[in-house]
């Protein structure tokens, strides 16, 4: 739904919707996802995001690492539109071959 909550507070949850800041009036939040960062990419030299996530090229190649490829929730990835693929099962899942292929 391309809908990232950014900050809950008391009372208040802030969304992001395509690119605009909405602040919602909330007063019950329960949370079922996922909220960790990868923690360990972030020791590593390669580029990362904020979330750990790897930097990856819409052929899958690291960043600056053509020789490396990165899928899934490990990795973002944005199409050449710079649409980001999510973190998601099915995501990952086309992902696999078409690392395969590229390789
Ligand atoms: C609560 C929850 C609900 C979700 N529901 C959905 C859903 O309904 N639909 C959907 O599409 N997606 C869902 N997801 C997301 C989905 O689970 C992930 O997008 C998907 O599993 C990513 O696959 P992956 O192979 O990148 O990572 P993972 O499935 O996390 O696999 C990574 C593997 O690497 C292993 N590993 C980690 N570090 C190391 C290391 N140093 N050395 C060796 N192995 C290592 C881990 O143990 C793990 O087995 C959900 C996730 C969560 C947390």
Not at 46 to 68: D, E, K, R
Request: charged residues 20%.
């Amino acid at each position: 739904m391309n809908t990232n909550i950014e900050t809950i507070k008391s009372g208040t949850v802030i969304i992001n919707h395509q690119g605009k800041t909405k602040e919602l009036p909330m007063d019950l939040v329960l949370w079922t996802g996922e909220n960790h960062s990868i923690r360990w990419t972030k020791d590593l030299k390669f580029q990362h995001n904020q979330q750990g996530q790897l930097i990856g090229s819409p052929t899958l190649q690291l960043a600056g690492y053509p020789n490396v490829f990165v899928l899934g929730d490990l990795a973002e990835i944005r199409d050449i539109e710079g649409n980001r693929s999510p973190a998601k099962a099915q995501a990952t899942f086309q992902q696999a071959p078409c690392a395969a292929r590229n390789i």
